[in-house]
């Protein structure tokens, strides 16, 4: 799922890297000329034990740009403390 949500962040005219912050991993740093914005991506959000680990790193995060849990799962809460929840499949089509 990481590497389609690479391709069509390519595709979509972001350069793309991905981010190290201590010990934690961002999956993606996606920026362009104006906006950047932050990405995890995972199979599901269900887990609490998974939920901590994918937000954790966006946590300490201390700009303000986007960040966003990109996750096969349908109908969670859309924010968790500013960093948005979306279906990956609704992100993929919303272009």
């Known amino acids: 799922m990481e590497n389609v949500v690479y391709f069509e962040l390519?595709?979509?005219?972001?350069?793309?890297?991905?981010?190290?912050?201590?010990?934690?991993e961002?999956?993606?740093?996606?920026?362009?000329?104006?906006e950047k914005i932050y990405f995890q991506v995972t199979?599901?959000?269900?887990?609490?034990?998974?939920?901590?680990?994918?937000l954790a790193?966006?946590?300490?995060?201390?700009d303000n740009y986007e960040k966003i849990i990109l996750s096969l799962d349908t109908g969670l809460e859309k924010e968790f403390d500013g960093?948005?929840?979306?279906n990956v499949i609704d992100w993929l089509l919303e272009i």
């Not at 961002?26 to 104006?34: L, R």
């Not at 790193?57 to 201390?62: E, F, R």
């Not at 960093?83 to 979306?86: A, H, T, Y």
């Open 83 to 86: 960093i948005k929840s979306v």
């Open 43 to 54: 199979e599901s959000m269900n887990s609490e034990a998974v939920r901590m680990r994918e």
């Open 10 to 24: 390519l595709r979509r005219g972001y350069d793309v890297a991905i981010g190290k912050l201590g010990d934690s």
């Open 26 to 34: 961002i999956d993606f740093i996606a920026s362009n000329a104006n």
């Open 57 to 62: 790193p966006l946590q300490k995060i201390k």
